[in-house]
């Protein structure tokens, strides 16, 4: 009768069966994790607006229309709105481009250009649904201005072509 057991499998064996020594350690203290501050409530000087127009503006050529906004946002005098977030939707005729810039002007913060990169939904109803939306950290005083450039390629009879939305909040201005 053959050997079941290699001798490598009798040192293994033999290893695992071999006393162990073990030196007591200090007493392990299990800790609950620090709560993390999660702010639940709304600043005292929240800020959010979303405001549309019904009307392109077409210019002479008749290639491109334009929509905006601009002195809509009643930010009170002493005060300056930081934007943290902005989005954007519009309908235009299928395979239409539009271009999309915002503008914070403000003492003596300056000026400052954003650009919105916009991005197709779908076509709804016989028109193509563009939006956008991004964080974004501006400052403005005077005046936000929101434009819209569109690359016609027929009229529009639409309401509600823009629509631009703002969350922030008001500060003091030191």
Known sequence: MKNRFSLPTMV????LLAPVNV????????VEPLPVPVQTT?????????????VW??????ATTTAGFSNIWGIPAGK??????????????????VSVSIACLGTPAGVSNHHLTLTSQGTFDGFEHLVGST???CYTTNQLI???????????????????????????IP
Do not use: W
């Open 146 to 172: 929101v434009s819209f450039v569109r690359n016609s390629i027929a009229p529009l009879t639409l309401t509600a072509n823009t629509e631009f939305s703002v969350s922030g909040f008001l500060s003091d």
């Open 42 to 54: 709304i600043p005292a000087e929240a800020y959010q607006r979303s405001v549309n127009t019904a």
């Open 80 to 97: 300056a709105l930081v934007v943290e977030h902005v989005s954007v939707r519009v309908r235009v005729n299928p395979g239409e481009k």
């Open 12 to 15: 293994a064996v033999g290893l």
């Open 135 to 137: 964080p974004l950290r």
């Open 23 to 30: 030196q007591a350690q200090a007493p392990v203290r299990i």
């Open 57 to 62: 503006t077409d210019l002479a050529n008749g």
